[in-house]
């Protein structure tokens, strides 16, 4: 089995300060972070920010619910990335 090991950062932050934050119920801190400081042109955090919403998409229901967030907003998230990153046809591509 592979180590799950990332080393991509976002405006210098680790993406496991991330995950922490997810733990931590700091989900949508966490997305609003990760929007506002990563550079939509390096290839290296576009990667990182689809991996933050695969580790949501771990969670299960409860625990996003308990804290504000769900799988339907984590796909809208991983959909508005495609879309920025001018693969806006692969949205459709996800069920509805």
């Known amino acids: 089995e592979l180590q799950k090991e990332n080393k991509c950062k ?5 993406f496991e300060e991330f995950e ?5 119920g700091l989900i949508n801190d966490a997305e609003n972070l990760l929007l506002e400081s990563m550079d ?21 229901n409860d625990f996003l619910a308990a804290h ?3 799988k339907e907003e984590a796909l809208e998230g991983i ?5 920025i990153q001018g ?3 692969i949205s459709s591509l996800f069920m509805e």
């Open 20 to 24: 922490k934050m997810v733990d931590d």
């Open 87 to 89: 693969y806006g046809q």
């Open 68 to 70: 504000n967030y769900s």
């Open 79 to 83: 959909k508005r990335l495609a879309k």
């Open 40 to 60: 939509y042109t390096r290839q290296e955090e576009v990667i990182a920010a689809v991996l933050f919403y695969q580790y949501i998409s771990e969670k299960d």
């Open 10 to 14: 976002i405006a210098g932050k680790a």
